[in-house]
């Protein structure tokens, strides 16, 4: 079994380290929130102190991080992974984050004489806790079929993409699709309500029809409908609507770089933002409702 350093123990990574310690690995986990150090703790991955004491030793070093700038200071601060990592140790960050950040802890590993890859994941907090995630996993062949052998019990998919930064791209463009389809949810579902439609009967049709969409069969926005909806949790968050609006804010970025034009993209994004705007921004992105239903008006709001 290997030795895995792990940075990040967050809502994602909390339960992707914690299946790799079930997978029989040593897994050493290090959060700057110590609440989420003894969360992970509880599910078997030994808590560090420091991104050296995490590192050290490892085979490979996983990275799970909300930001490109938290995924810079992790790997290329002077108290860092590349600083405290031997060469030998394979680096899997599987943050989201653009593209240029990306490229830039690339070309830092490389420089420095370590592999590297980018292998953002898909399936949510569900998907990290059952260990069913998709992985996305871009950069130089011999170093991504290597990361493949330690990904396995967090995922039911691995799937190379190409190059360098070809994971992120591919995470991106994915949740654009995903938050798109999850504003049309919340349109037909309040629609739906208008007219008459009973919930469930509505769910039922839309869920074997053509309306059909992961985020209408995992993050139903309405109560009482989806087991594993944050509606049903007064919109506790699984992924919370500030994450939300960065990625597909990633996605406007990358848009304007490559001369795309995003129009129902930029659309979706508004709505993300004016759920910010009234102060809800550590409630689940599925409160996108709130705002396609008239009952959030910032407006209102201090």
């Known amino acids: 079994m290997a030795v895995v350093g792990w940075i990040g123990l967050g809502n994602m990574g909390g339960f992707m380290s914690a299946n790799l310690a079930k997978a029989g690995h040593d897994v050493r986990g290090f959060d700057l929130n110590e609440g989420a ?15 050296e004491e995490a590192v050290q030793g490892a085979d490979v070093v996983f990275t799970m991080l909300p930001k490109g700038e938290h995924a810079k200071a992790v790997y290329l601060g002077e108290d860092g992974v590349l600083a ?16 240029a ?82 504003a049309s949810t919340a349109e037909g579902a309040v629609l739906a309500d208008r007219l008459g439609l ?54 406007i970025s990358a848009a304007e770089d490559t001369g795309t034009p995003l129009e129902i993209g930029r659309h979706v994004q508004q709505l993300f933002q004016k759920l910010i705007d009234a102060g809800e921004s550590g409630k689940d992105c599925s409160m996108i409702i709130k705002v396609v239903d008239g009952s959030l008006d910032p407006s209102t709001r201090d």
């Not at 992970?40 to 030994?46: I, S």
């Not at 509505?202 to 594993?228: C, E, H, K, N, Q």
Request: proline share 5%.
């Open 84 to 99: 405290h990592a031997g060469t030998s140790t394979l680096l899997v960050d599987s943050s989201t984050i653009d593209i």
């Open 101 to 182: 950040s990306a490229q830039e802890l690339h070309d830092a590993a490389a420089a420095a004489g370590f592999r590297f890859v980018d292998a953002p994941v898909s399936g949510g907090v569900s998907g990290a806790e059952a260990g069913t995630l998709t992985f996305m996993v871009g950069g130089e062949d011999s170093a991504v079929r290597d990361a493949t052998t330690y990904i396995g019990p967090m995922s039911a998919n691995i799937i190379p993409t190409g190059g360098a930064t070809t994971g992120q791209a591919a995470k991106i463009c994915n949740n654009l699709m995903l938050f798109i389809n999850l």
């Open 198 to 251: 009973d919930k469930q009967v509505f769910w039922d049709i839309a869920s074997v029809s053509s309306g059909d969409s992961w985020a209408l069969r995992t993050w139903y926005p309405v109560p009482g409908v989806v087991p594993t909806a944050a509606s049903n949790n007064g919109f506790a968050p699984t992924f919370t609507a500030e994450l939300a609006n960065k990625d597909i804010g990633l996605a």
């Open 37 to 51: 150090v003894a969360a992970a703790e509880a599910k078997g991955v030994k808590p560090a102190k420091s991104i």
